[in-house]
DNA sequence: GCCACTCTAGACAGACCGGTCTGGTAAAGT
DNA sequence: ACTTTACCAGACCGGTCTGTCTAGAGTGGC
């Protein structure tokens, strides 16, 4: 009964889902190998056969998640906020949704990161995530015509990962809200021309 | 020539302070027994004798830092600053210090709950170290007769997380001058009668 | 002199790690 | 019908992990 049409295709999807659950929840570090296999229902021939190496699937993982991160986020934008300066302000609205997701456990890139080396893999993808994050709020911030888009960008930077970590670490959801509020008073205070 | 009187005093000292660099720079998860031990110049069972397990000697780790942390920061604050509306933004030129030191790693206390599940001991001890982030920030805001005490100190409390993550994750040791100057505009808008 | 204590050195146990390899099975292509 | 491909199941390897245990050595109090 293996490999039919729908397994062949899903053996690298079900081990990636498998591997998005199990590695946030418990950190890519602490998982291991037969732990992804078993829950993907796949052999670990397959795994080494699809990945390579741990390392490349925690890369897969990790690439998954920022672009299911950046696609939700840009849907969300889209759909609930029409100018730049709402959007710039949205985005910790959207923060906030995910922040009260059932499961929730912080900033994957930043857990995943926490006992990476220098220069690794994780570094590496961690540093993708980063300079997406950083050019959302550029972007806008200069569609919004701010006065100083990069400094702008940078302060609403920092109330997003502080966000994060709040949510996180003391278990509060609303942090996002909070983050807004501040956010709100810079993007007036950045492209209002008085 | 072992078990000297400087020695027996010094044994778990020493092994904290091994633990301190070791687990620092390459993450409490990473970090072995056998390695902690070797850099101590202490042999296996006086860990063991001296902290009962690595989980306890994780704690004596955290702990420690918190200490210094806490007490370098106070030490430094009652030096530079004198109003309590100086302090509240000091605290992020203090912050910047220790980014600018060689070796620095982000925040332990995020590092090390990266993987930790909840209700562990990391968590314990992390969550003592948030709470002394929030009072540090609320007794100030409260001092400098702000309008909204708790409100500000939340807002500060972002700017302080989303600082370290920056000065770590985007290796940007100005990060804490970002967020004083954004908080040094919060304060002003919390404290002024107008 | 002797006991209690603290320490070192290192073997050892039991579990788990990432990764390789073999063998067998079922479906798709020709 | 035959080959190729993709997959599963699981044994296996060498290494590392935390933690325990034995054996012995140096030191202070009595």
Redesign the interface.
């Known amino acids: 009964m293996p490999a039919k049409i729908a397994d062949r295709a899903s053996a690298r999807e079900r081990l990636l889902a498998a591997a998005g659950e199990l590695f946030y929840e418990?950190?890519?570090?602490?998982v291991g190998i037969d732990r992804v296999i078993e829950r993907a229902g796949v052999a670990k021939a397959t795994l080494y056969h699809a990945f390579g190496s741990k390392d490349e699937l925690i890369r897969a993982y990790l690439q998954a998640r920022h672009a299911a991160t950046r696609e939700r986020m840009m849907r969300e934008l889209a759909a609930r906020y029409r100018t730049p300066r709402e959007r710039l302000v949205g985005v910790f609205e959207v923060q906030g949704l995910s922040f009260a997701q059932p499961g929730f456990r912080?900033c994957a890139?930043?857990?995943?990161?926490?006992?990476a080396?220098p220069g690794s893999t994780v570094e590496e993808v961690?540093d993708e995530y980063?300079s997406w994050v950083r050019s959302l709020f550029l972007d806008l911030a200069r569609e919004a015509g701010a006065t100083d888009p990069e400094?702008l960008a940078?302060?609403l930077?920092?109330?997003?990962?502080?966000?994060?970590?709040?949510a996180?670490?003391?278990r509060d959801p609303t942090?996002a809200a909070?983050?807004g509020?501040?956010a709100q008073?810079?993007v007036d205070?950045a492209t209002d021309p008085s």
Chains 1, 2 share one sequence.
Do not use: K, N, P
């Open positions: 418990e950190g890519v570090h602490s912080g890139f930043i857990s995943a990161s926490a006992e080396r961690a980063r400094r940078r302060q930077v920092l109330l997003y990962d502080g966000a994060g970590i709040s996180w670490m003391d942090a909070a983050a509020t501040v008073g810079l205070a």
